[in-house]
């Protein structure tokens, strides 16, 4: 069966008024939102999964309430309207509006995947999923030769032997500007070109986070290994927070011994953008781990280490377990059986 | 805004890694598919009211399309060489064998206008005008559709088909706009004629009545169906249907195949080949990679003069590293190709039957 052909699916079925334990979130007489459903004293934060607002809209003129994020006062008002579309949330006192679709926004700290866009005379600019294109400059990177080697003209005139239009980089977000835009180093041997691997892109950390289904969150751990079965050996996952991520064959970093070992593992291999061998097995491994994240993506869920971890091994054993049709593609109905899986078990 | 690059951006550590993958006998693709299976994607037909067929198709990486067809009656051209021809058949029997007869080989190219909507792209740029260049090539190459849209000696169908494409053109847009076209052209009905002869046209306002533009029998099967347009891309000895855009990027040579019912007869259900058209891999145009051994990086050197490391780099045939690909396909590939998309039982069957089943 090469093809499969769907039906659309139906809109969900929205019904205004019928649950009323929740008529807190219908609109009043004003036009605007009524806010008086907080006798309640409930002190988890609550999202209206009933109403969505847009931009400009008027939420609530109600003195009570402080604005969170997505929201906004218009000059000379204490009404707070809506900047963005999405759903409310009230925590306690504090209204803010998370937004149903968002880039990502960059924090210091962030653990991100980058593809270079442009090349500058001291600095690269990298694509990150952000509503500004992050800046690396020359001073974030380690030169081979040493870390503390001085940056020289020779190096600016050089820029692109380190990363060149297109290169795909593992880095950290240094600091971000007023305007959001992010500067990024890779001053570890942790961070640097990625290679050996498979890159793919899903909806990452956005603005607010809570409401939102599926993609990466932030989480304690970012860059994993998994042993993988069938011969696959190991392979590294890196789920960048901005949503992008990679997923390529383990290779075992040369651990030398002597004052230079950072230097050395610089030198050799950290700007080289070519592939070790990789095996077939591995190769077959790496495809079914971009499978299951995606089915993940597709299923709304989160994405992290424990639920790659899960959702992979619960696809390894439906693959022992049932039918070969289909080949490894974890797409549509195989994919909703291994997210289904992954959340009862 | 980040610029919103049409063509995709990779390494050439990921274009040498998904090269090599589907390199590999059997290919491994990114996705796990097998070489010959599609993304599921979701269809439906009749969905414009106003339009005489019309069809939306979602693929599963985003881009979603929708087609209409619209067929209005036109005041047909005099032409002298077509009159003659009238008037023979008109000698050789009465009128109303002229109105059969004259339906064989009567239709004109021009009788059927498309127009493809992408976003970004103005409708003179180059990319809509090949589509529907291509695509119309493929729906006249039957010739049966245009003698279809005949009425009489005076008044013919003009049949406007108009495609949206809704999102952006993360992929090549081909097998969308073809696919969404076949369902709408599926789902296309034409109103009853009741006049005769020559005289001004008058149909029938039963819309139950009008009949498939595509005839079917009784039963409701198509006893023609109108043509598909598939992408299809070839890496090293392997071919792959429904490329993914990742895919796309490193092909050594995409081509777009039609494939259409056959005329002799209906019944046995064989296709013909309408028509090959090769398109310009965005691979060639990728920067090569540089093996480890020539890499400045590594050594802190400046680097080589690009002519003295282009020619450094000539000689070397390292694994890992990639090499945008030279030359063109190789005639055995083609071939399975062809085989592969023509013969019984194969890709371009399999999705004519599904789209066959979209309800409408």
């Known amino acids: 069966m090469p093809i499969s052909i769907l039906p659309p699916a139906p809109a969900p079925s929205i019904s205004y008024g019928a649950d009323p334990s929740d008529s807190d979130d219908d609109f009043d007489l004003d036009g605007d939102i009524d806010m008086e459903g907080t006798s309640r ?91 500004l294109l992050a800046s690396l400059p020359l001073s974030g990177i380690n030169l081979p030769g040493g870390a503390l080697r001085r940056r020289t003209a020779v190096d600016e005139l050089n820029i692109r032997n380190f990363f060149t239009e297109g290169d795909l980089l593992v880095a950290e977000v240094q600091s971000v500007y007023e305007s959001g835009q992010a500067t990024l180093h890779t001053r570890s041997t942790k961070y640097g070109k990625l290679r050996n691997g498979f890159f793919m892109s899903v909806s990452g950390a956005g603005g607010g986070g809570l409401a939102r289904k599926g993609g990466i969150a932030r989480s304690r751990r970012q860059v994993f290994t998994l042993s993988t079965g069938r011969g696959g050996g190991d392979i590294d996952v890196i789920l960048g927070v901005n949503g992008f991520i990679w997923i390529a064959k383990h290779v075992k970093p040369k651990m030398e011994e002597g004052p230079n070992r950072l230097e050395e593992s610089v030198s050799m291999d950290v700007y080289s953008s070519q592939n070790n061998d990789i095996g077939v097995e591995t190769r077959r491994e790496i495809a079914r781990v971009a499978g299951v994240i995606r089915a993940l993506v597709e299923g709304g869920r989160r994405v992290d280490e424990e639920m790659v971890v899960k959702a992979y091994e619960v696809s390894l054993e439906m693959e022992e377990g049932m039918d070969v049709e289909g080949g490894d593609f974890l797409g549509g109905e195989k994919g909703r059986r291994v997210v289904e899986a992954v959340m009862s078990g | ?137 493929a729906l006249l190459a039957d010739g049966k559709l245009k003698d279809r849209l005949w009425i009489n000696r005076r008044f013919h169908w003009k049949l406007y088909i108009d495609i949206l494409l809704l999102s952006a053109p993360l992929s090549y847009p081909l097998p969308l706009l073809s696919l969404t076209t076949h369902l709408a052209l599926l789902s296309a009905r034409l109103p009853k004629l009741k006049s005769e002869g020559d005289e001004d046209p008058l149909f ?105 490391q282009l020619a450094a780099r000539e000689g070397t045939d390292e694994h890992g590293v990639w090499n945008p690909p030279r030359g063109g396909m190789k005639r055995a590939v083609l071939a399975q190709i062809i085989k592969a998309v023509i013969e019984p039982g194969g890709v371009a069957q399999e999705v004519m039957d599904g789209l066959m089943h979209v309800e409408v």
């Open chain 2, 204 to 308: 029938d306002d039963d819309w139950e009545a009008s009949t498939y533009l595509y005839p079917r029998d009784t039963k409701g099967a198509c006893l023609d169906r109108p043509p598909i347009t598939l992408l299809v891309i070839a890496v090293g000895p392997n071919f792959v249907f429904d490329p993914s855009k990742e895919e796309l990027a490193v092909a050594e040579a995409v081509i777009a195949l039609s494939a259409g019912t056959s005329d002799a007869s209906t019944l046995n259900k064989n296709l013909r080949l309408l028509s090959i058209r090769t398109i310009d891999p965005p691979s060639r145009l990728t920067p090569l990679g540089i093996p480890d051994a020539l890499s400045s990086a590594a050594t802190g050197s400046a680097p080589l003069p690009p002519d003295e």
């Open chain 1, 41 to 131: 004293g409930l002190k988890r934060p609550r999202t209206s999964q009933r109403h969505i607002v847009t931009p400009g809209e008027l939420v609530t003129d109600d003195t009570q309430w402080m604005r969170g994020h997505g929201a906004y006062h218009p000059p000379d008002s204490t009404a707070i309207h809506s900047s963005v579309f999405g759903t409310i949330l009230k925590t306690n006192k504090l209204l803010s509006i998370i937004p149903l679709r968002a880039r990502y926004t960059p924090e210091i700290g962030d653990l991100v995947i980058g593809r270079i866009i442009e090349v500058q005379q001291r600095r690269w600019k990298v694509e990150v999923a952000a509503p």
């Open chain 2, 1 to 137: 805004m980040p610029p919103t690059s049409s063509q995709l951006l990779l390494s050439p550590a990921e274009l040498s890694y998904l090269h090599s993958s589907l390199s590999l006998t059997p290919p491994i693709r990114p996705d796990g598919r097998t070489t010959t299976q599609f993304r599921p994607l979701v269809a439906e037909s009749g969905i414009i009211p106003s339009a005489n067929g019309s069809a939306r198709v979602c693929f599963s990486d985003g881009t979603e399309a929708i087609a209409g067809v619209k067929a209005e009656v036109e005041k047909s051209q005099w032409r002298p060489g077509s009159t003659e021809q009238s008037l023979q058949v008109d000698e050789d029997g009465g009128d109303d064998e002229a109105g059969q007869a004259g339906t064989q080989g009567t239709g004109e190219n021009s009788w059927i206008s498309m127009s493809i909507e992408v976003p970004g792209f103005r409708d003179d740029d180059a990319l809509p005008v090949f589509l529907s260049a291509m695509l119309t090539e």
